[in-house]
């Protein structure tokens, strides 16, 4: 397996543009979380889906802030409208419960700069 | 609540020396801890985890860990450093199978 994949690995965008940022997760894996690392605030969950479902949304920032996951190999985290204070790295991470231990896999990030 | 706190924000040492990088964590359950590192401009990687069996725990790279209930400490250790251990390391706190908690991260810089 790949890994979990993440795109773009860098965007930069103006402030008010919509951005989109896509995951997709470890391929089994019923679990996927989306984070943003941020030097102020190190590392912070934002929402995680179980099974597609969304169990855990109040990390999110604001209600410009938001997640989908249509299916097991997909999800999006969408800024709308995006602002200079959103600039950070969001990471998606996937896992599957087994022996009763979560490890999460990380993706490789998006680095996302609002000008 | 369930918390980990990483006690040096930032430790410096030699090549060849050992390295302790401290934390501490307080949860009502009995946790799973873990450790990952982060290399500049990529993913966290995982060096190592604490499921409850042995308290002494070996990583890659040769990062080791040990879980003391009494101290409520699961610091991360390794006997000589190496210039690429150089990175950002988090302490991190499971619960409930997939609630997380991150410490706040220290940066190691190893020193030629």
């Known amino acids: 397996d790949a890994g979990v994949i993440q795109s773009p690995r860098h965007e930069v965008t103006e402030m008010g543009q919509e951005v989109t940022l896509r995951c997709k997760p470890i391929?089994?894996?019923?679990?996927l979380f989306w984070y943003r690392q941020t030097m102020m605030r190190g590392l912070e969950l934002l929402i995680y889906?179980?099974?597609?479902?969304?169990?855990?949304d109040s990390g999110m920032p604001e209600d410009r802030f938001s997640a989908k996951m249509p299916n097991a190999s997909f999800s999006t985290l969408k800024i709308q409208p995006s602002e200079p204070r959103d600039s950070a790295v969001y990471f998606c991470?996937?896992?599957?419960?087994?022996?009763?231990?979560?490890?999460?896999?990380f993706g490789q990030g998006t680095r996302l700069t609002v000008v | 609540a369930q918390s980990v706190t990483q006690l040096d924000s930032h430790v410096s040492v030699s090549e060849g020396t050992p390295v302790l990088l401290r934390c501490n964590y307080s949860s009502s359950y009995s946790p799973s801890l873990f450790w990952y590192v982060q290399h500049p401009n990529k993913g966290l990687q995982l060096l190592l985890k604490y499921t409850s069996a042995a308290t002494l725990v070996k990583g890659i790279n040769g990062f080791e860990a040990e879980f003391k209930k009494s101290e409520t400490s699961f610091h991360l250790t390794k006997p000589s450093a190496h210039m690429s251990d150089a990175a950002e390391y988090f302490c991190?706190?499971?619960?409930?199978?997939?609630?997380?908690?991150f410490g706040a991260g220290t940066r190691l810089t190893v020193k030629p």
């Open positions: 991470a996937s896992s599957s419960v087994g022996q009763g231990v979560t490890e999460a896999f």
């Open positions: 991190v706190l499971c619960y409930n199978n997939n609630d997380m908690r």
């Open positions: 889906f179980n099974n597609n479902v969304p169990i855990d």
């Open positions: 391929s089994g894996h019923d679990y």
